[in-house]
């Protein structure tokens, strides 16, 4: 059977895989689904009935962008986006963590202002706060080297931040990297890539 990812175009987690899939030049039927109208071929395969799924050719079954991630790192090493060196890979984790942490801070806020509910304003206070924390911690460190773990090379860290800032494009502010040059530089030069270039979330009509 063919490799399979079950991924939404917008979604910051689907396309963390996207990019991986594309830099590893593994072929891969792409199936968007419907969030609001998941297909029972979905939700049979996804306990949680979140974006994305992958289907391995042996038809096992990975859920969640982290583990897919380094599924795929495992059993594909070429190129490879965590660390050997089990120190360097535990710091690879911790920066994809924050970067996770930021996306799912984004979408919270976003579909928050969505409701135009004026009686959560202390969450919003709340989601807001930590985005504007976590984003001078990134544009921080790529004020010290060119990936997030050094001068070598990206890793996953880079990817899942990179994703999740594309999200924040989208959603909410296009203009942070003003605010940020470093983060706002790093983000621009990793557009240059194919793989990062042609995924891209995009509004729908």
Same mark, same amino acid.
Not at 148 to 157: E, P, V
């Given at each position: 059977?063919?490799?399979?990812?079950?991924y939404h175009q917008q979604s910051n987690f689907s396309r963390k895989i996207r990019i991986? =899939? &594309?830099?590893?030049?593994?072929?891969?039927? =792409?199936?968007?689904?419907?969030?609001?109208?998941?297909?029972?071929?979905?939700?049979?395969?996804?306990?949680?009935?979140?974006?994305?799924?992958?289907?391995?050719?042996?038809?096992?079954?990975?859920?969640?962008s982290t583990l897919i991630a380094e599924y795929l790192d495992e059993t594909y090493p070429?190129?490879?986006?965590?660390?050997?060196?089990?120190?360097?890979?535990?710091?690879?984790?911790? !920066?994809?963590?924050? &970067?996770?942490?930021? %996306?799912?801070?984004?979408?919270?806020?976003?579909?928050?202002?969505?409701?135009?509910?004026?009686?959560v304003t202390d969450y919003r206070t709340k989601l807001e706060t930590s985005i504007n924390?976590?984003?001078?911690?990134?544009?921080?460190? @790529? &004020?010290?080297?060119?990936?997030?773990?050094?001068?070598?090379? !990206?890793?996953? &860290?880079?990817?899942?931040?990179?994703?999740?800032? %594309? *999200? *924040?494009?989208?959603?909410?502010?296009?203009? !942070? %990297?003003?605010?940020?040059?470093?983060?706002?530089? !790093?983000?621009?030069? @990793?557009?240059?890539?194919?793989?990062?270039?042609?995924?891209?979330?995009?509004?729908?009509?």
């Amino acid at each position: 059977m063919n490799r399979i990812l079950y991924y939404h175009q917008q979604s910051n987690f689907s396309r963390k895989i996207r990019i991986l =899939l &594309a830099e590893k030049k593994l072929d891969c039927e =792409l199936k968007e689904v419907n969030l609001k109208n998941k297909p029972s071929e979905f939700i049979k395969i996804s306990p949680i009935g979140k974006v994305p799924v992958f289907v391995e050719q042996d038809g096992t079954v990975i859920w969640d962008s982290t583990l897919i991630a380094e599924y795929l790192d495992e059993t594909y090493p070429q190129p490879s986006f965590y660390p050997s060196n089990y120190q360097a890979k535990l710091e690879c984790r911790k !920066w994809e963590e924050i &970067a996770d942490y930021l %996306g799912d801070n984004i979408i919270n806020l976003w579909l928050l202002n969505l409701t135009n509910n004026l009686e959560v304003t202390d969450y919003r206070t709340k989601l807001e706060t930590s985005i504007n924390r976590l984003l001078p911690i990134f544009d921080q460190q @790529l &004020a010290q080297s060119q990936y997030l773990l050094g001068n070598d090379t !990206w890793t996953a &860290a880079d990817v899942a931040a990179l994703c999740s800032l %594309g *999200y *924040y494009s989208l959603r909410l502010d296009k203009d !942070w %990297g003003s605010r940020y040059p470093n983060l706002g530089n !790093w983000f621009e030069k @990793l557009h240059e890539r194919e793989s990062v270039n042609s995924t891209v979330p995009m509004p729908l009509n």
